[in-house]
């Protein structure tokens, strides 16, 4: 989305990607104000698109906590409040397993999967993923809108976000978050509010073993432009 400077009146784009400070850093922008894109989540090319040509800043987030945030998040909520919030026990290590194991089998099965995934929410790939989480999650319960209840975005990797961005500059981490907030304070003019809490939802992963060889080698396959291109 497209932010003023209130110091100099610059255009700023703010890529807004999913499960990195997005709550806190609108909160920094906009206040309590009822932003209706406030939390859209749009890639540095779709940005460019609805504003033109402009410096950018986002923040990314190591692989294996913005995961485990991702997944939580999607266990947590969904649109309709019907399908995807799960009611019976949290998942275990050996579910998220065999579903990180699918998502990078359907990797390698599919070029540009990922940015495929991101588009087409109602296709046969879209299919095979809710087939996935289905097997290993879901079990007996039914998806009623899995096109707008499961937030697959919150899992995609970072790096689609930020295709074909003219600088890095301006990317930010969110283990260094201070240093992005410092940034909305003294090049953009907005006051930062520290007091601002993230959203917080109860932990659905007490179960899973994040210390997990094959767990760990599976994420580090699904996320490993991220793992590169971010330098984590």
């Not at 033109?52 to 190591?62: E, K, L, S």
């Not at 019976?88 to 599919?110: A, C, G, M, Q, W």
């Not at 095979?128 to 899992?155: G, H, T, Y």
């Amino acid at each position: 989305m497209l932010v003023e400077s209130k110091i100099d009146k610059s255009q700023w784009i703010w890529i807004n990607i999913p499960k990195t400070a997005s709550t806190f850093i609108r909160n920094c922008l906009y206040g309590n104000k009822n932003i209706l894109d406030g939390q859209t989540h749009l890639t540095y090319l779709e940005n460019v698109h609805l504003y033109g040509q402009q410096n950018a800043f986002t923040v990314v987030r190591d692989p294996l906590t913005r995961f485990k945030s991702g997944l939580n998040h999607i266990f947590s909520e969904c649109n309709c409040g019907k399908c995807t919030i799960f009611y019976d026990r949290p998942p275990t290590t050996i579910e998220v397993v065999s579903f990180l194991s699918d998502l990078v089998k359907l990797n390698n099965k599919h070029e540009n999967f990922h940015y495929l995934s991101y588009q087409t929410g109602s296709s046969k790939l879209w299919l095979e993923i809710l087939k996935s989480m289905q097997i290993n999650f879901i079990k007996s319960r039914i998806l009623n809108d899995p096109s707008n209840c499961v937030m697959w975005a919150f899992i995609l990797p970072q790096f689609l976000y930020l295709d074909k961005i003219q600088s890095r500059d301006y990317i930010f981490k969110y283990e260094t978050l201070n240093d992005c907030a410092e940034f909305i304070q003294n090049r953009l003019g907005y006051t930062v509010d520290t007091s601002v809490k993230h959203r917080q939802y109860s932990y659905k992963l007490s179960n899973v073993d994040f210390t997990d060889k094959e767990l760990l080698d599976l994420l580090k396959n699904y996320y490993k432009e991220d793992y590169t291109e971010l330098n984590y």
